[in-house]
């Protein structure tokens, strides 16, 4: 049950009839009532009536007897709507009932690509990785879980030129050798020792340059030593999105070089159309309306001056390959904003191509940065960015030593705790920020067990079950609800939010509304609990509570499970 789609549809005709044309009621949680809508005040200056008189007019006209018990005209144009007792305790009782928790599956499921998380072979998942990572899963969640087709699409960079440095430094190595330094994870150590002789030896420097040429030319002895840096590089990819509890696998690899076959395609089909142009050399497209700060249009470069295609091509034979072959009508980026423009201008020339049209449609989901305490990007105490694997096993450690700090009793649940703790808790901090905003890396306040932090959401779910425990009670037992005092019935108003909550994030991708959705219903079920016994309760009272209970619980682990956070029953 979706409270604002309920009572947006019982406004929207009276509000088409007052205003004769279809008009948005805008229905949002108030402090004044228990939902608000100010289109009114929006619609005074297109009819020339005061907004009041339209407010009103609207309540005339408006159904509303059966689900509020005060819908009435407040300040300069308000609609205020309280919503009735038994109509709210009918529908919390229907809830209670539904395995959804009133979230249908969608009866017109789409097949949505979701591109996220894309580290580099041969080059660590640092903290930059974290954010695509942990913004995509959730996205994958929510999106699968109401009912839509989604393929992962992890975009590996597995090819280009520093893999003629790579592998010639994999031979300079020994198989044997390189297999051990790429198989625990020093990445960064294999690249910058090739980059080193790259630079440094000319000798090096040509024997690259040859494999460059063979790797690109189907060289079988080349690509097999590619191969061997492609596949250590995605298993120890594979211990990081274990340790960061994610859904990605083996099978959503797909690198840049799945697309080989395809680029001369795409350029073809440009050149037919018409589209392209020589620039400096380089062939490019030039969309409209993106140009400089001299004024000249930017030229998408599809292929390079030396015959080479670059990214570009690349991301346009991706998204060709995902409408075309998989279907797709929705197509997320999880992608840094400082990539907007790039995908602003792939979206437009797919356009201008029609590779990319109605239904479907592309959307860059970006996301700033996370920083130190200091404000700045986020970095190791070298000056180097930090490794992600780094930054989770200190999650983990520190939220493990909390656990024993607080009951010294735990042994082996101890570290189940830790990790549920420290990585719920380092998702939970991305998650709950604006993506498009940075935001700071605090151990102190992201391990809080108060405030808005998973551990504070984690512990309200445990809470949940102890009473249940407690009570012996059978969850969702019993279909009576009492909503006699505020608190009980403003946790009762709260749980008939997620619905509405969980559909907006689908449609937007702000996952903080979630967030924010969960932290509100923790905060109405620790007042609930400490005003409203349940255990002392008797009869249909003590149903009415525990049933409530349940319900949060069920609410608390179904939403953090969309954002990709564990629940325990004890911590």
Same mark, same amino acid.
């Given at each position: ?31 004044? $009532?228990?939902?608000?809508?100010? &289109? +009114? *005040? =929006?619609?005074?200056? /297109? %009819? !020339?009536? @005061? ?35 038994? $109509?709210?305790?009918?529908?919390? &009782? +229907? *809830? =209670?009932?539904?395995? /959804? %928790? !009133?979230? @249908? ?467």
């Amino acid at each position: 049950m979706d409270l604002e789609r309920l009572l947006t549809d019982r406004l929207t005709p009276a509000f088409a009839a007052v205003a004769g044309e279809p008009v948005a009621p805008t229905v949002r949680r108030s402090p004044r $009532a228990d939902f608000q809508s100010d &289109a +009114a *005040l =929006a619609l005074a200056r /297109r %009819l !020339g009536r @005061p907004p009041r008189e339209i407010a009103q007019a609207v309540l005339d006209r408006a159904v509303l007897d059966d689900v509020c018990a005060v819908a009435e005209v407040s300040g300069p144009g308000f609609v205020n709507l309280t919503l009735a007792d038994g $109509a709210l305790a009918g529908m919390v &009782a +229907a *809830l =209670a009932g539904d395995e /959804r %928790l !009133g979230v @249908p599956v969608t009866g017109e499921p789409e097949t949505v690509v979701v591109d996220y998380s894309g580290p580099n072979v041969a080059k660590e998942m640092h903290v930059g990785h974290l954010r695509s990572t942990v913004i995509g899963d959730a996205a994958v969640r929510v999106l699968g879980w109401l009912g839509h087709r989604v393929v992962r699409v992890n975009h590996l960079g597995d090819w280009g030129t520093p893999f003629g440095m790579l592998i010639a430094h994999l031979v300079d190595l020994g198989e044997a050798e390189a297999a051990q330094e790429l198989s625990i994870g020093d990445l960064d150590g294999f690249y910058r020792a090739a980059r080193s002789k790259f630079d440094a030896d000319p000798a090096f420097r040509e024997r690259a340059r040859q494999r460059v040429v063979a790797l690109q030319g189907g060289d079988p002895e080349t690509r097999r030593l590619w191969r061997l840096l492609v596949g250590q590089s995605q298993r120890y990819f594979l211990t990081v999105y274990e340790l960061l509890d994610v859904t990605l696998s083996g099978e959503d690899f797909r690198g840049e070089s799945a697309y080989n076959d395809r680029l001369g395609a795409v350029v073809t089909d440009l050149d037919r159309l018409g589209l392209l142009t020589d620039s400096a050399g380089a062939t490019c497209v030039f969309p409209p309306g993106f140009v400089g700060r001299d004024g000249v249009g930017l030229p998408l470069i599809v292929r390079k001056g030396d015959g080479g295609y670059g990214y570009p091509a690349t991301d346009l034979a991706a998204l060709r390959q995902r409408v075309d072959e998989l279907g797709a009508t929705r197509l997320l980026y999880v992608v840094g904003l400082p990539q907007r423009q790039h995908f602003a201008m792939l979206f437009a020339v797919a356009g201008q191509a029609g590779w990319l049209r109605p239904p479907v449609r592309a959307e860059h989901l970006g996301f700033g940065s996370v920083l130190g305490p200091d404000g700045r990007m986020l970095r190791s105490r070298a000056g180097g960015s930090v490794k992600l694997v780094d930054l989770l096993t200190e999650a983990v450690t520190r939220a493990t030593a909390l656990a024993r700090t607080r009951n010294p009793d735990l042994d082996q649940a101890a570290a189940e705790i830790g990790r549920a703790v420290g990585i719920g808790a380092v998702k939970y901090a991305d998650l709950s920020t604006d993506r498009t905003r940075d935001y700071v890396l605090d151990w102190e306040r992201m391990l809080a067990l108060d405030g808005n932090t998973a551990p504070y959401l984690q512990y309200a779910y445990t809470r949940t079950r102890s009473v249940l425990r407690r009570a012996g009670a059978v969850p969702g037992a019993g279909r009576v609800v009492l909503l006699g005092t505020p608190a009980e019935r403003a946790l009762a108003v709260e749980l008939l939010g997620f619905a509405g909550v969980v559909h907006e994030v689908a449609r937007t991708a702000q996952f903080h509304h979630l967030a924010g959705y969960l932290h509100r219903l923790a905060t109405r079920f620790s007042t609930f609990y400490e005003r409203c016994p349940v255990l002392r309760a008797d009869g249909e009272l003590r149903a009415s509570r525990l049933l409530l209970t349940d319900l949060t619980g069920r609410t608390l682990r179904q939403g953090l499970d969309l954002l990709g956070i564990r629940t325990l029953d004890r911590m």
